[in-house]
């Protein structure tokens, strides 16, 4: 079966696929060597059948060394980006150390990104990698995804862009965006599918011991909200609302008590933050809890109460919109301490 599937791809694409990975400075080199791993390994995996490699697989650069991983590395780019020609797809590695500041330092790629998607070529990016691609300008008014920990950072300098940290991958229009570190694994299979077949991912995702349909990453994200603005005001309600996530918190209730009206802190809050008043108090509560529930035995049901829940379904519910797991699941995933009777929830 295998075997048919495999001959089936002679018919679905008439010549190789041409895949070009950004050699940028302060790459993580990882994210570079495992991205053209990964397509190197489907070649074998044909060839071991009988059939030509389908990926041509090259790293493109702006000089004739680059530095990786802050320096350890050097690399000698393929090509220079200037002798690119019928690019399929541009694989753009994720950034080591600050991402806006490394993506500044690679910025003469942004205009070469642009030109080559207006053409019709195919860009995804690893992880922080997402600030080059930002930097582009091709991902304005569209989806993005990124490690969470630069969410926030992503948020305040492309404010046209969607980020939806809590996706593993994104898919939209030819340009395509991976969550935090090694979720670059499950995009790298994602366009193995993509150009191949199934069975071709499943084959690859067994060799790389990689769980293949991950699709969200809100489980693993530590919510930090954003205080990289000036509106000192709203600086004092997060502090307030982070302060007292233990108690019945309401969007009039703290309007009042900061001498502001509801419709004027729900539109700083928002501008500021990129959350509403709702969302941020939910948030701030959910982390309470994922720290209660990653450590000790105390029951589900305490844990609701202790961050300022009362009703079951409502603390459910949130959790779930936030984590992308119940409080049980949550639980039995990060703690181990043996606690039980909480299956209800």
């Given at each position: 079966?295998?075997?048919?599937c495999l001959?089936?791809?002679?018919y679905?694409?008439?010549r190789m ?8 400075k302060?790459a ?13 390994k ?6 071991e059948?009988?059939l ?7 790293l ?6 680059v530095?990786?991983s ?7 780019p393929?090509?220079?980006?200037d002798?690119v020609e ?15 500041a ?8 942004a205009p ?20 080059l691609l930002?930097?582009?300008g091709v ?5 993005c995804t990124t ?9 305040y300098y492309?404010p046209?862009?969607?980020v ?13 965006s991976s ?11 994602y366009?193995?599918?993509?150009y191949t077949?199934?069975?071709?991912a ?6 790389f011991?990689v769980?293949?349909d991950k699709?969200n ?5 530590i ?5 990289d ?8 309600v997060?502090n307030y609302?982070e302060e007292s996530?233990?108690?019945r918190?309401?969007v009039d209730?703290i ?5 502001i009206?509801?419709?004027?802190l729900?539109?700083?809050?928002r ?9 941020y108090?939910?948030?701030v509560?959910v982390?309470a ?12 049901n ?5 961050v300022?829940?009362?009703d ?5 519910e949130v ?6 797991m119940?409080p049980i ?12 009777g909480?299956s209800?929830?």
């Amino acid at each position: 079966f295998f075997r048919r599937c495999l001959r089936h791809l002679t018919y679905l694409h008439l010549r190789m696929v041409n895949i070009f990975i950004l050699a940028l400075k302060n790459a993580v080199i990882g994210s570079v060597s495992d991205s053209a791993h990964v397509f190197s390994k489907v070649n074998e995996f044909l060839g071991e059948n009988g059939l030509p490699p389908l990926f041509r697989i090259r790293l493109v650069g702006l000089t004739d060394k680059v530095s990786f991983s802050n320096g350890p590395y050097t690399i000698t780019p393929d090509v220079h980006i200037d002798e690119v020609e019928n690019a399929d797809l541009l694989i753009i590695p994720a950034l080591m150390g600050n991402a806006t500041a490394t993506a500044y330092l690679n910025k003469d790629y942004a205009p070469w990104i642009a030109m080559q998607y207006k053409r019709g070529v195919e860009v995804a990016s690893l992880c922080t990698g997402a600030f080059l691609l930002g930097f582009s300008g091709v991902l304005s008014g569209k989806k993005c995804t990124t490690h969470w920990a630069y969410a926030n950072e992503f948020r305040y300098y492309y404010p046209s862009v969607e980020v939806v940290d809590e996706h593993v991958i994104t898919d939209q229009d030819g340009l395509y965006s991976s969550g935090g570190s090694n979720a670059y694994w499950n995009l790298l299979l994602y366009l193995v599918e993509k150009y191949t077949t199934r069975e071709m991912a499943i084959r690859t995702a067994k060799f790389f011991v990689v769980d293949l349909d991950k699709s969200n990453q809100s489980a693993f994200i530590i919510f930090q909200g954003m205080k990289d603005h000036d509106d000192e005001v709203i600086i004092r309600v997060q502090n307030y609302i982070e302060e007292s996530f233990a108690r019945r918190l309401g969007v009039d209730q703290i309007a009042e008590q900061f001498h502001i009206t509801r419709r004027t802190l729900e539109r700083r809050f928002r501008k500021a933050t990129r959350n509403t008043v709702t969302e941020y108090i939910q948030r701030v509560k959910v982390e309470a809890a994922k720290k209660m529930l990653e450590t000790g035995k105390r029951s589900v049901n305490d844990i609701m109460v202790a961050v300022g829940y009362s009703d079951v379904q409502t603390f459910r519910e949130v959790f779930k919109w936030a984590t992308g797991m119940t409080p049980i699941e949550y639980r039995n995933k990060y703690n181990h301490s043996g606690v039980g009777g909480d299956s209800v929830y």
